[in-house]
């Protein structure tokens, strides 16, 4: 019995020997080339900003969701980026109503002079620039609440129209 | 057979005899003198070999961040008359010149990483940070063949250019 046990010791010695015995040869190799496009994504959490006026002339939050700014989301991987944002004319069946009455305010900086609308409104009439960065992920950049002017020479109706958001990239 | 056939037989059978400049010279010597690639008497060491069916691995550029696959996959066969052997490979990281992509994000999948799940690419996936093998066997002689299909994780922080490294093929053998 003594004689089984030392074999078997003695045959495992063996196998653990020949596996550490293994010889590494070196063998092809496969040139790896990988290219990289330039991305950029821009979403907003919100289709559709809706103004809903029931009183006089004067100034109105959007309200569509209710009470839940526009958030805008950005991710690229550019070496720079930037997103501005411009209204268009709101048109109903009587009239319109410019892109000068129509403001954003940016949580980021709440404090711009008034243009009518109250601290930190700026008028859509022109392009304004919503957020700048480098390159990151896709997340939240900046948070934003519109408002509309609205005159007593507004006829009373539903108007429509746009606001663009646009961005620019540099490698 | 006449008279004239016999004759012109024979002399044909003397002039070649003498002249030896077609002969084959089939001597031990003379075969070992016209093998220069190898030992004499020929080796019966194990050899291993590896072949592929390309000599590079592609990543088009593509619309978004993500799993991009390779533009095709690479063949691999393998021939060896080790008593055993496998075949692993690791890559190297991708250098480009605004960044690097680490060999962690470069992934293969083949016959033998069925079981295998990334985290990120999902089933059928290795990452080459570390030896993966591709091949292995024992000295049946037979080719053992792989399909390799490459994938690389490019993520929203790697910037836009090109990236450049290697995927090196070894072979672990026991004599």
Known sequence: MKHVVVALLGASLLTVGAASAQTELPGPSLAVLAEIGSYMTVSLSTPTVQFSIAGPPGVYDANVPIGVPVSVTVGCNAGAWSVSCAASALTGPNGSIGPERIFMQRQSAPNTPDMGAGAGFESLEVKRTVAEGVPQAPQAVEVLNFRILTQWQDRPGTYQGTITFTYLMTP | ?175
């Open chain 2, 1 to 175: 057979m006449d008279t004239r056939s016999l004759v012109q037989g024979w002399i044909a059978f003397l002039v070649c005899a003498a002249c030896l400049a077609c002969a084959v010279d089939t001597s031990a010597a003379s075969v070992r003198a016209s093998t220069n690639a190898g030992p004499w008497p020929p080796s019966r060491a194990p050899s291993l070999l590896i072949q592929l069916s390309e000599n590079s691995v592609t990543f088009p550029p593509s619309a978004a961040p993500g799993v991009v696959a390779a533009s095709a996959p690479v063949g691999l066969q393998v021939f060896s008359t080790y008593p055993s052997w496998r075949v692993v490979i690791q890559a190297s990281a991708l250098t480009g010149d605004v960044g690097t992509l680490p060999p962690d994000r470069l992934l293969v999948r083949h016959d033998l990483s069925q079981e295998a799940v990334h985290p990120v690419a999902g089933a059928g996936y290795q990452s080459l940070d570390e030896a993966r093998v591709v091949a292995y066997g024992g000295p049946t002689g037979a080719v053992v063949s792989n399909t390799l299909s490459f994938a690389l994780i490019v993520e929203w922080t790697d910037r836009p250019g090109q990236y450049t490294g290697t995927i090196q093929f070894t072979s672990l053998v026991a004599p």
